[in-house]
Structures are given as C-alpha cells and as structure tokens.
C-alpha cells in the first residue's frame, strides 16, 4: 500500500510540475538583438527563465566578433561575487 501511495504522489508531482517546466522559452534560435533586448529588461523574463536565457546570452557573447562585441556595448564585465567575511 505505501508503494502505491509513493508512486501516486510521485506521479502528482510530475503532473503538477510539468506545465511550469515547459514553460522555458526556446531562446536559441532568437535572433541577437532581440536576445539582448531580453537580457536589458530580465524582469520582464519568467524567473524560470533566466539560467536558460543567461546560458544562451553567454554562449552568444563568446562567439561573438570584436564587432558585434562594440555594437552591444560589451564587454560588460560580470561583477566577481564577493563572499562576506564575519569576524
């Protein structure tokens, strides 16, 4: 009886799940600008949207020539996440 009872929630949850985590967007085949556009305004994205627009947007810029670099106003230098130090 507890097994059925673990598949039962198990299959619930990927049920109730499942519409959030198809929700992703497809960014890949997004044209540049309007990628960009996206990464200027990242809270108008989805919050579960945003490693994967992220990822896209990183992969772009390491392609990108010195050109498109200029264009998009980049590098833009991530800021290096400072650990607090207590003490």
Known sequence: MKVVLVICALVMSLVLASPALSRSTEYSGMPTNQLY????HIGDVPTLDW???????DKRVAEMTPEE?????????RKPVQEKKYG
């Open 69 to 77: 670099k200029e264009r998009y106003g980049l590098p833009h230098p």
């Open 37 to 40: 556009d996206l990464v200027q």
């Open 51 to 57: 490693p994967v627009l992220a990822g896209e947007w």
